[in-house]
C-alpha cells in the first residue's frame, strides 16, 4: 500500500469515526421516538383489554379469582415495566423510588378483593397502572423537547474540511488539520474550524451559534469561528486551533455539560425524595395496621384501613416534584440556547434569577473595542488632506489608532503617494515623509519636540494631532464605538429592576464618564488595572444585598480572574478570549450586552415555573392526603394526586422552554 493510499485510508477511517459521534444524537432522537411509540401502543392495549375486562365482569358471574386473571392481562401489560423497575431497584437496595411504590399500592389493591367483606379494586389497580403510564408517556415527550432544544447547537458540528494542497484539495475529518492549514469553505458548508480569511468574500448564517437570523458579511482578513454556514461565496481559510480547541467543540462541550452541574431547587428534591420516602411508606404501614387494632374489630377494619393506606402510597408518591423540576431547569437551559446564551449548569439559573448587581467591563464589552474617527478638525487644510496625510504615515503601523486612521481613509492603499523615512517614535508617534513634506502624526508631546503650536478641542476621546513641516496642521479625534444595543441592555435590566449596573473600565476618567451618562450606569470606576478591577468586584460583592448576587460581564483575558471571582460570570462568546469563556458560568454567543438581561429573565421565569411545580404538587397531596386519612378520598382522587399532578406539573415545564423577551 503506498503512503497516499495511507493517508487516504487514515482520514476515511477518521471521517468515519467523526460521522459516527456525528450521528450520535440522531440515534438517541430516533430512540426516543421509537419509546414514545412503544409507550403510545401499551397504553392502547391496556385501555382495549380494560374496557373488555370490565364487559366480562359485568356479563359473566365469575369467582374473583377468575376475575383476578382477567384483569392481570391489562394490568401486566400496563404495568410490566413498573414491576421490574421495582425490582430492579429492590435489587440494588434502591427501595422507595416510585415504581416500587407504584407496585406496591397497585398489588395491595389487587389484593384487597380476597379479604372477608371487601369488594375487589381490580379495576382501579389497572387505572392506576395505565394512569402511571400515561405519566411517564408525558414525561419523555417533554424530556424529548427540552433536549431537542439543546440537541439543535449539536447541528453546528462539521462533518468535513477539504484542506488545501497545492492546486489539489483533499477532504478529511475536521480533527486531522492541522493549525496554519488552508482549508476552502464551499456555499452551503459549514466553517469546520476557527480561523482567517485569506481569500474571498460571503455571507455567514451564524443563526445556530448566536441565535440571530441577519446574516453576517465577511472577506479577507476577516475571522471567522467554526460552525457558522457559509451562505455565498466560496472561502479560503488559514486555520488558527485545532478542531478540539475551536468554537464549535467548545460549544458542544459546554452544551453536553450544562446539565450535570444540579442546581440548588434539584439538590433539594432529590435529597427531599431519599428521606420522604420512607416515612410515607412507614405512614402507610401505620395507617394499614394501627387503627384496626385499637378498634378491636380487627378482620372487618383492615380492609378499608389497608385500602386507605395503599391510597396514601399512591397518592405520596414524589414523582411530580422528582420529574418536573429538573425538567423545568432543563427546559430553560435549552430555551437559553435557542437565543445564543449558553448557560453551564442550572446551579447559574439559580443564581441568576437572583442577581441584583450587574458590573461590565467597557472595552469589547459595551463597546466594540474597535477605535474610529468620530471628529477632524483641520487647519489650512481640509478634513479629506488631514485624514490622507495621517493615514499615509500610519500606514505601518499595528496599533488600533493606525487601523482607525487607514479605515477612516481606505483610498490610502491605492491612491499611489510615496511614503518613505517613516520613523516610530515611542510615547509619541510616527513620523514619515509624504510626497516630499515631513508629516508628524502623534500627541502633544510629538507636537511640543518639534516645536508645532497644537491646541486641544472640547471632544472626549483620543486626539491625533497631525504637523505638515513642523506646522501644526490639525487634530483627529478618535474613539471606541459604543455598541447598539449598550442602552437597550441597560434600560432592559432597569425593567428587571435589577438594583446596580456599574462600568469597570482601563480607559481615562473623561472618556468613561462620558460614556456612563450615555449609557446611564449607577457607577463607573476608571483607570483600573486587572488587579483593581478584582479588589472592585470583591468591595462590592461584600455590600451586596442578603439574598443578592453580582454578576460580572466581559470578554478580554485580562477580564478571566473577576470572571471566576463573581457569583455568575457572563463572558462575550463571539469576539471573546477563551481565558475569559473558560472562567465564565453563561456565554453568551453574539456579544450583545442586552443579553444578560435576557439571560436573568430566562432564569427568573424557570426558578418561578419550579416552584409553581413545588406549590401545586405538595398542596394537592397534603389536600387528597388528608381525604384519604379520613375515607373521604377515592382511589381515582389518589390517581389524580399522582399521576394528574405528575402530568400537569410536567406540561407547565415545558413552558420553560419558551422564551420570551423582556417588557420594556
Request: with cysteine; aromatic share 6%; charged share 20%.
Amino acid at each position: 500500500m503506498t503512503h497516499t493510499e495511507k493517508l487516504n485510508q487514515k482520514c476515511c477511517s477518521s471521517a468515519t469515526n467523526h460521522e459516527h459521534e456525528h450521528h450520535h444524537h440522531e440515534h438517541h432522537h430516533h430512540e426516543h421516538e421509537h419509546g414514545i411509540k412503544h409507550q403510545l401502543l401499551i397504553i392502547s392495549a391496556t385501555i382495549i383489554f380494560l374496557i373488555a375486562a370490565v364487559i366480562i365482569e359485568k356479563k359473566c358471574s365469575l369467582t374473583t379469582w377468575q376475575l383476578l386473571l382477567v384483569y392481570l392481562v391489562p394490568f401486566l401489560l400496563a404495568g410490566h415495566e413498573t414491576i421490574k423497575e421495582a425490582i430492579e431497584g429492590v435489587v440494588h437496595g434502591d427501595f422507595f423510588n416510585e415504581h416500587f411504590l407504584m407496585t406496591i399500592a397497585t398489588v395491595g389493591a389487587l389484593c384487597i378483593g380476597f379479604l372477608p367483606g371487601a369488594e375487589n379494586e381490580f379495576a382501579e389497580a389497572v387505572f392506576v397502572m395505565l394512569f402511571f403510564q400515561i405519566g411517564e408517556l408525558f414525561e419523555g415527550y417533554a424530556e424529548g423537547k427540552s433536549r431537542e432544544s439543546i440537541s439543535h447547537l449539536m447541528d453546528i458540528r462539521p462533518d468535513i474540511a477539504h484542506i488545501k494542497k497545492g492546486g489539489d484539495m483533499e477532504t478529511v475529518s475536521p480533527e486531522a488539520v492541522e493549525i496554519g492549514s488552508e482549508i476552502i469553505v464551499m456555499p452551503g458548508e459549514k466553517i469546520p474550524l476557527d480561523g482567517i480569511i485569506v481569500e474571498g468574500k460571503s455571507s455567514l448564517n451564524t443563526a445556530a451559534l448566536t441565535g440571530e437570523s441577519m446574516p453576517r458579511e465577511v472577506r479577507e482578513g476577516d475571522e471567522v469561528v467554526s460552525g457558522c454556514v457559509n451562505i455565498a461565496g466560496l472561502l479560503t481559510i488559514k486555520t488558527t486551533k485545532s478542531f478540539g480547541e475551536s468554537t464549535v467543540s467548545k460549544i458542544i462541550d459546554l452544551v453536553e455539560n450544562a446539565t450535570q452541574n444540579k442546581s440548588k431547587s434539584e439538590t433539594f428534591i432529590s435529597k427531599f425524595a431519599r428521606v420522604y420516602t420512607p416515612i410515607v411508606v412507614s405512614a402507610a404501614v401505620i395507617l394499614a395496621f394501627l387503627p384496626p387494632l385499637l378498634s378491636g374489630q380487627f378482620s372487618t377494619a383492615f380492609p378499608v384501613w389497608l385500602y386507605r393506606a395503599l391510597m396514601f402510597l399512591v397518592i405520596s408518591c414524589p414523582c411530580a416534584l422528582v420529574l418536573s423540576v429538573p425538567l423545568t431547569f432543563f427546559g430553560g437551559i435549552g430555551g437559553a440556547s435557542r437565543r445564543g446564551i449558553l448557560v453551564k449548569g442550572s446551579n447559574y439559573m439559580d443564581i441568576l434569577a437572583k442577581v441584583g448587581t450587574v458590573v461590565f467591563d467597557k472595552t469589547g464589552t459595551l463597546t466594540h473595542g474597535q477605535f474610529e474617527v468620530e471628529a477632524v478638525h483641520p487647519e489650512k487644510i481640509d478634513e479629506r488632506q488631514l485624514l490622507h496625510l495621517a493615514a499615509h504615515v500610519e500606514h505601518f503601523s499595528t496599533h488600533p489608532i493606525g487601523e482607525a486612521l487607514r479605515n477612516a481613509f481606505p483610498e490610502e492603499a491605492t491612491d499611489g503617494c510615496a511614503v518613505s523615512n517613516v520613523t516610530e517614535i515611542a510615547g509619541h508617534g510616527v513620523k514619515a515623509t509624504v510626497e516630499g513634506r515631513e508629516v508628524c502624526v502623534g500627541n502633544s508631546r510629538m507636537m511640543d519636540s518639534i516645536g508645532a503650536k497644537w491646541h486641544d478641542c472640547h471632544h472626549v476621546g483620543t486626539i491625533i494631532h497631525v504637523a505638515i513641516d513642523g506646522e501644526y496642521a490639525g487634530h483627529i479625534v478618535i474613539n471606541d464605538k459604543i455598541k447598539d444595543d449598550s442602552i437597550q441592555a441597560m434600560t432592559d435590566l432597569k425593567a428587571l429592576n435589577i438594583s446596580q449596573k456599574i462600568m469597570l473600565t482601563g480607559d481615562k476618567q473623561e472618556v468613561a464618564d462620558k460614556v456612563a451618562k450615555l449609557l446611564q450606569v449607577d457607577k463607573y470606576y476608571a483607570q483600573l488595572l486587572p488587579t483593581d478591577k478584582v479588589e472592585h468586584v470583591e468591595q462590592l460583592l461584600q455590600e451586596k444585598g442578603e439574598g443578592k448576587y453580582l454578576a460580572f460581564v466581559g470578554d478580554g483575558i485580562n477580564d478571566a480572574p473577576v470572571l471566576a471571582r463573581a457569583d455568575v460570570g457572563i463572558a462575550m462568546g463571539g469576539m471573546g478570549s477563551d481565558a475569559a469563556i473558560e472562567a465564565a458560568d453563561v456565554v453568551l454567543m453574539d456579544d450583545k450586552p442586552s443579553k444578560v438581561a435576557l439571560a436573568i429573565s430566562i432564569a427568573r421565569r424557570t426558578i418561578n415555573i419550579a416552584r409553581e411545580n413545588v406549590a401545586f404538587a405538595i398542596g394537592v397531596k397534603i389536600a387528597v392526603l388528608i381525604l384519604a386519612t379520613f375515607g373521604i378520598a377515592t382511589m381515582w382522587m389518589a390517581v389524580f394526586a399522582d399521576v394528574g399532578v405528575t402530568v400537569l406539573a410536567v406540561l407547565n415545564a415545558m413552558r420553560s422552554l419558551r422564551v420570551k423577551d423582556i417588557a420594556g
